[in-house]
């Protein structure tokens, strides 16, 4: 969907370094979701947020940050604590309005350490 | 929090035959059950979804099925194509909140 623009496509991480993975969305969707998908793995869930400046940790928030100050932005920073990043990382909007609505993704970011 | 669970991890058909991916889930809150496709290396594209008010939804050669009671649903395709090749992800959620993913069903469709 060319609602939700995620950048950089690939991001390298050097040791002790946190990296901030940018997503954006013009949908004027509410919720949004930040994934983390491992090899052959399916998608778990690190952070999400329903509304502007309140986010909600997912499965697997160690070692991330979010901000949610934006409606249209949702930025991901991956600290030096989480000594695993290497992954694909995919970011997703909803509306809400008291209905379910399917997620969108973005194209991901592939994170690999340098 | 919700687990969702998928069944077979690959799955390997000839070109016409059908498929059938099963899912299971443990919160009887959840009442959203979408179904997404991935392609290689690109974004999970949602192709059908069921709402718990109903069992069963069809379109064209995709069909879901819900069976609240057991906290099943399972995704059917019929009369496969090379082009469905790919991996296929269950979800469920309440209200859009929290949404969990099953671990993916790779297809793979035989020419």
């Known amino acids: 969907d060319g609602g939700i623009t995620q950048s950089p496509k690939y991001l390298f991480r050097k040791e002790g370094q946190n990296v901030t993975l940018s997503c954006e969305q013009n949908?004027?969707?509410?919720?949004m979701y930040w994934y983390r998908q491992d090899p052959g793995q399916g998608l778990r869930l690190i952070y999400y947020?329903?509304?502007?400046?309140?986010?909600q940790k997912g499965d697997i928030a160690e070692g991330y940050s979010v901000s949610r100050e934006k409606k249209e932005s949702f930025p991901l920073t991956v600290t030096s604590a989480q000594k695993n990043p290497t992954a694909f990382y995919l970011c997703?909007?909803?509306?809400?309005?008291?209905?379910?609505?399917?997620?969108?993704f973005g194209d991901g970011t592939r994170l690999s350490i340098l | 929090g919700e687990n969702v669970e998928q069944h077979p991890s690959t799955l390997s058909v000839q070109e016409g035959d059908s498929a059938v991916i099963k899912c299971t889930y443990s919160?009887?809150?959840?009442?959203?059950f979408p179904w997404y496709k991935q392609e290689l290396g690109k974004r999970p594209q949602l192709i059908i979804d069921?709402?718990?008010?109903?069992g069963e939804k069809k379109d064209q050669r995709i069909a879901v099925t819900l069976n609240k009671t057991a906290k099943h649903f399972s995704l059917h395709i019929t009369e496969t194509q090379p082009e469905d090749s790919a991996v296929y992800f269950c979800?469920?959620?309440?209200?859009?909140?929290?949404?969990?993913f099953g671990a993916g069903t790779r297809l793979t469709v035989k020419p």
């Open positions: 949908l004027n969707h509410d919720a």
């Open positions: 979800a469920a959620s309440i209200w859009n909140n929290d949404m969990r």
């Open positions: 947020s329903q509304i502007v400046n309140d986010f």
């Open positions: 997703a909007s909803t509306g809400t309005g008291g209905s379910n609505q399917p997620q969108h």
């Open positions: 919160d009887s809150a959840s009442n959203y």
């Open positions: 069921i709402r718990s008010n109903v």
